[in-house]
């Protein structure tokens, strides 16, 4: 897929430094360790990579799972969905819809929501604009 914003793996290395791994490699932090998990104020969740808008922090809840949550992104672009066989398990992988950086995953398990839905994100993948 094409996307809006393209760079060299280089490009992104140099640029993101310590979140590289994550949004470019599809790693994960640990859990409990972001800093976004108890964020409250009222904003939007930037991508990390490329400061497109992803979510609202109307849909953000506490999954107790450890990684910021989200019910729903902002748009149904804003957020691309792939399948990963990573792991020895199937899984929904979550990536800007705008740079294909990897955000996290998205669940189905969400029964206290609208949606169903959790996308469990990493906070490294994301930037927070308050309102």
């Not at 949550?69 to 899984?91: C, Q, T, W, Y």
């Not at 029964?111 to 930037?127: H, I, K, V």
Request: include cysteine; proline fraction near 3%; glycine fraction near 10%.
């Amino acid at each position: 897929m094409t996307y809006k914003v393209e760079k060299t793996e280089q490009e992104w290395r140099e640029e993101l430094g310590d979140r590289y791994s994550i949004l470019r490699e599809s790693a994960t932090e640990r859990p409990w360790s972001g800093a976004l998990l108890d964020e409250k104020r009222e904003g939007t969740y930037t991508c990390g990579a490329c400061g497109a808008e992803l979510f609202k922090s109307g849909a953000k809840f506490d999954s107790g799972s450890g990684w910021p949550s989200f019910f729903e992104s902002v748009d149904p672009d804003a957020v691309e969905l792939k399948i990963d066989n990573s792991l020895g398990m199937v899984r929904t992988e979550v990536v800007c819809g705008n740079c294909g950086s990897h955000l996290g995953h998205l669940f189905d398990d969400a029964d206290q929501t609208p949606t169903g839905d959790r996308f469990c994100m990493n906070s490294l993948s994301l930037d927070f604009k308050e309102n």
